[in-house]
């Protein structure tokens, strides 16, 4: 296959895999407008996301139904209409950050977090609740009202109890194999309860869309569009493998695990393109409002730092 430049890779990344729309102005939302105070005017959402393929009416369109869905909230000024990322969806692109832009591979102390929802304790409506929300998480449904995983985390597991209104209403508790006993070892666990071959075939195929991407990019000739374009683009599938992965201990994990190489491909991408890239975040949101404050320090803390 011939080496393909920036511009015919984009065009080649958005013909064959393209991203669905609304998904993708969550991904800008998250990735681009968080870090520069949260907030974006149409035309600025309109003319970031056109070299990514996405016109105008498509845009309304997703950012119309974000809105309806709780996850933007909406002002107008004369003509113009403003958006910003509503406070209660903060924690939900937090979450997310969190696991996008950290490195994979906890520490892990042998014990398992179970939640226990016994029947009776929780309505039907709450218990699906709480399974979606945990299951976003990684935690597994071992049977009806027990989930577990090996290593959430205690502060997103807590948001979770206390948004869904159920800190009262369920169980948590940690667990550890009780030696001597013959029984099956807790870490087989991970092989009844999580599909992990959809995952590691997930990040196999992530690693190959943008392995081309590191050499490109080192020659240093790309633009500030395109740049913008790849960072999004990259974080927009990293996203999408995250979001079905369990996020288990290495530990726990098949060896080797592509998980592993994802990240560091991704965090490579990330650190050679994010320059260029704000550059044209920058011209764009701040063409409507010039007081759009730089990138904060979260932003540069991101894959373990970005300033050299």
Same mark, same amino acid.
């Given at each position: 296959?011939?080496?393909?430049?920036?511009?015919?890779?984009?065009?080649?990344?958005?013909?064959?895999?393209?991203?669905?729309?609304?998904?993708?102005? &969550?991904?800008?939302?998250?990735?681009?407008?968080?870090?520069?105070?949260?907030?974006?005017?149409?035309?600025? #959402?309109?003319?970031?996301?056109?070299?990514?393929?996405?016109?105008?009416?498509?845009?309304?369109?997703?950012?119309?139904?974000?809105?309806?869905?709780?996850? $933007?909230?909406?002002?107008?000024?004369?003509?113009?209409?403003?958006?910003?990322?509503?406070?209660?969806?903060?924690?939900?692109?937090?979450?997310?950050?969190?696991?996008?832009?950290?490195?994979?591979?906890?520490?892990?102390?042998?014990?398992?977090?179970? &939640?226990?929802?016994?029947?009776?304790?929780?309505?039907?409506?709450?218990?699906?609740?709480?399974?979606?929300?945990?299951?976003?998480?990684?935690?597994? #449904?071992?049977?009806?009202?027990?989930?577990?995983?090996?290593?959430?985390?205690?502060?997103?597991?807590?948001?979770?109890?206390?948004?869904?209104?159920?800190?009262?209403?369920?169980?948590?508790?940690?667990?550890?194999?009780?030696?001597?006993?013959?029984?099956?070892?807790?870490?087989?666990?991970?092989?009844?309860?999580?599909?992990?071959?959809?995952?590691?075939?997930?990040?196999?195929?992530?690693?190959?869309?943008?392995?081309? $991407?590191?050499?490109?990019?080192?020659?240093?000739?790309?633009?500030?569009?395109?740049?913008?374009?790849?960072?999004?683009?990259?974080?927009?599938?990293?996203?999408?493998?995250?979001?079905?992965?369990? #996020?288990?201990?290495?530990?726990?994990?098949?060896?080797?695990?592509?998980?592993?190489?994802?990240?560091?491909?991704?965090?490579?991408?990330?650190?050679?393109?994010?320059?260029?890239?704000?550059?044209?975040?920058?011209? #764009?949101?701040?063409?409507?409002?010039?007081?759009?404050?730089?990138?904060?320090?979260?932003?540069?803390?991101?894959?373990?730092? $970005?300033?050299?």
């Amino acid at each position: 296959m011939k080496r393909l430049s920036c511009t015919e890779w984009i065009a080649h990344s958005l013909a064959t895999d393209p991203p669905r729309h609304k998904s993708l102005v &969550v991904t800008v939302c998250g990735d681009t407008i968080a870090p520069h105070g949260g907030a974006f005017w149409l035309g600025s #959402m309109i003319e970031l996301l056109a070299p990514l393929g996405v016109g105008d009416r498509l845009v309304r369109t997703s950012v119309f139904r974000l809105v309806q869905e709780g996850w $933007l909230t909406a002002s107008r000024e004369g003509r113009r209409s403003r958006y910003a990322i509503e406070p209660k969806a903060l924690p939900r692109f937090e979450r997310a950050n969190r696991r996008i832009y950290s490195a994979p591979g906890l520490d892990w102390d042998g014990r398992w977090t179970f &939640v226990l929802a016994p029947n009776g304790t929780i309505d039907s409506e709450l218990r699906t609740l709480l399974r979606k929300e945990l299951e976003w998480e990684g935690f597994a #449904m071992l049977a009806t009202g027990v989930m577990a995983h090996p290593a959430p985390e205690r502060d997103t597991l807590r948001e979770i109890l206390a948004r869904a209104d159920a800190v009262d209403k369920v169980f948590v508790c940690q667990a550890d194999e009780l030696p001597g006993m013959g029984a099956r070892p807790l870490p087989e666990l991970v092989g009844d309860c999580w599909n992990l071959d959809a995952v590691v075939s997930a990040y196999r195929g992530f690693i190959e869309r943008f392995a081309p $991407l590191p050499d490109m990019l080192g020659k240093g000739d790309v633009t500030p569009e395109h740049a913008f374009a790849i960072r999004t683009l990259l974080i927009h599938a990293y996203r999408r493998v995250q979001l079905h992965d369990p #996020m288990l201990p290495l530990a726990l994990l098949p060896q080797p695990w592509p998980g592993t190489d994802a990240y560091a491909l991704a965090r490579e991408i990330y650190r050679l393109c994010h320059a260029r890239a704000e550059e044209h975040v920058l011209a #764009m949101l701040r063409k409507e409002d010039a007081a759009t404050p730089d990138a904060d320090a979260a932003y540069h803390g991101r894959f373990g730092g $970005l300033r050299d």
